[in-house]
């Protein structure tokens, strides 16, 4: 027979309460214990700035240069280099369709006519120009000279040569020509266009000198294939504050070309 | 897509229409491009310094003083070209043996070649009768055969040693300016610093290469810090008086002191704003050092900080004139922050160590302070010049290891520093010192006795 004896609700109760309260006590000390103690003596490494030796400002190359051109290069395993390197050939990988969104309905597809390679981008057609007299010295990676009506730095990634179409400004005043190349290629941070994109390609800029040496209105004159290095360009003329008053006349558009031949 | 409009294009050009609209507009705009002024140039990167020789100039007159006063002014102008920091200038010896004194005698292929290979030439005459000195100075362009001439420049002042030296600052400058890409040279600049000597600190003056060093306040006390207003007419300083530090005023153009309002507590560190209206200083009038900015005159004070540890030291932007950046110990080491001049936008730029006595940068990009990141017992130490770019917090270290740098000041061309310097970090033996902004070409402008300097605005 079942034991229907009566026994109070507390007998129960609090018998069971003490022993399973200090029971749970318990184990909740054994499991705090066993944290704690995991925690200490599992060794994490270094907390933040304990690592003194790298720990403080970052030392790094500045964005903006200091107003000082910077050191000149040693000289190329000197060749005799030509005016305009041929830019490397760039080959587009091919396009393909992205895989269309799910939530997109299906249009009814027009005849679509076949799919072509993308070809290599061909050099910008350039304008007919007048030849200009040949100079007398060819050019070696030594000087930098300047030839009327071209002007032509040796630089470490390629060329830089300034030729001007106007033969009196070019021809009078070369010098300034050269200052204006200076001051834009020294203000050109090649490190910002992406060199994925950009080796061999070069872009044209166009922009304004008033009477003071200010330069405005920098504008693309054909663009590159590559944004990154359009971009940069353009930065580079709108960096410069000025070239130094103009020795004649009170306005003159320059057009800049900038070759990427190497990051 | 590019795609698609590669389609489109493609076939709008390769209609006959579309073949004869092209080759229209190729035709006009290359037709425009004649018409208009304007030259093409290009560029792959990097550049690379000008080529410049000085010429020795002729001596035109054979008056006795000639010789002595043409003597001071090559060496000048040579050492003026060669510390503008743009210049790659030939040296002495490698010079053609000539002297040209005018267009006409100058032979332009005998100095583009080697071993010369100037770019360009700096030459003229010079010569002293009847007590005045004349000049010609020209400078060509040596890779220019059909049109050379670039500057041509005419001076006359009365003859003396003072004047041969001013002249061949200007011609520098000159060419500085038209060389340089429009930025002013330094040559005609001048530096202004504290001369110890006894137990007293005096305000001096020289150029900015160390000559023709004066003193210019006498006041038999210590004087500290002096800021040349930036118009040329008046030095603030911080001088001890009766009721300890005040900021005093001098004036160059009545020679004597002018008045400024004293008040209580230490005042420190004056420095002007870029319009010379405004003067910010550092003051302990209500016990903690906080930086206050007065008008030139010392009326309208009002304070910019208000946080507790002291604040020392500012300095506007010379740029803007709306920000000050100054160095405050109100985490402990003293440390560089910058805020509007409003007292807003509070912003710290050191992360440690002990920081002081800085300087804006005319373009308003840097900044040049004393840093000695290690600094604590047991630490290395070593106070040196840093720049820190104010953009990015970025900075670099520009002297290694010459001992204690301090007191920092950039030139108005912003391609110079001048700061004190003590090499065995005694302070008896300080001297003021000078380089280009990026570290190199460090030349001593004065004998040990020298501190404090401050290069002046134009």
Sequence with gaps: ?263 | MTYRRARSLSHLLLRPAGLLFTAFALLSLSSNLYAQDWFKTETSRGVSNIRIAVADFKATASDPQTTPLKQTFDSTLFNDLSNAGIFDIVSKSLLPQTSPGAPGEMNLAQWSAAPTSAAMIAFGAFGSSGGRITVNGFLFDAKNAQFPQVLSKQYSEEANDENARQIAHRFADEIIFRLGGGVPGIAETKIYYVKFSGGNKEIWAMDYDGASQHQVTHLGTVSLSPRISPDNSRIAFSSLGREGFQIRMYSLLLNRMVNFPAAGGTNLSPAWSPNGRDLAFSSSRSGDPEIYIADSNGGSIRRATSFRGPDVSPVFNPKTGSQIAWISGRTGLPQLYIMDADGSAVTRLTDGGYATSVSWSPNGQFLAFAWDRKYGPGAPGGQDIYVMEVATKRWIQLTHEIGRCDFPSWSPDGRHIVFANSSNGRASSTRIVSMLADGTGRRNLTEPGADMPNWSWK
């Design chain 1, 1 to 263: 027979m079942a034991d229907l004896s009566w026994n109070s609700d507390e007998y129960f109760a609090e018998d069971n309460l003490r022993k399973n309260f200090f029971g749970s006590l318990a184990l909740h000390i054994v499991i705090a214990a066993l944290i704690g103690g995991l925690a200490y003596f599992h060794h994490r490494g270094h907390n933040w700035g304990e690592n003194a030796a790298n720990a403080g400002a970052i030392q790094a190359t500045m964005v903006s240069s200091l107003p000082l051109p910077p050191k000149q290069r040693e000289l190329d395993t000197g060749v005799l280099t030509s005016e305009n390197p041929s830019p490397a050939p760039l080959i587009a990988p091919e396009k393909t369709e992205p895989p269309p969104d799910p939530h997109e309905v299906a249009l009814p597809e027009k005849a679509k006519p076949p799919k072509v390679a993308e070809k290599p981008a061909p050099a910008p057609p350039k304008h007919p120009q007048p030849t200009p007299p040949q100079p007398m010295k060819a050019a070696t990676g030594e000087t930098a000279g300047i030839r009327i009506p071209q002007s032509t730095l040796e630089l470490k990634n390629g060329t830089a040569s300034a030729m001007v179409q106007d033969r009196t400004f070019g021809s009078r005043f070369a010098y300034y020509v050269n200052i204006v190349n200076r001051t834009v290629a020294q203000n050109w941070y090649t490190q910002e266009a992406d060199p994925r994109a950009s080796v061999g390609k070069s872009v044209i800029v166009i922009f304004d000198i008033d009477r003071s040496g200010a330069p405005s209105n920098p504008r693309l004159e054909t663009g590159s294939g590559s944004a990154s290095l359009d971009q940069s360009a353009l930065r580079a003329v709108q960096r410069v504050e000025g070239f130094g008053p103009l020795p004649a006349g009170d306005h003159i558009t320059v057009e800049y070309t900038f070759h990427y031949t190497q990051p």
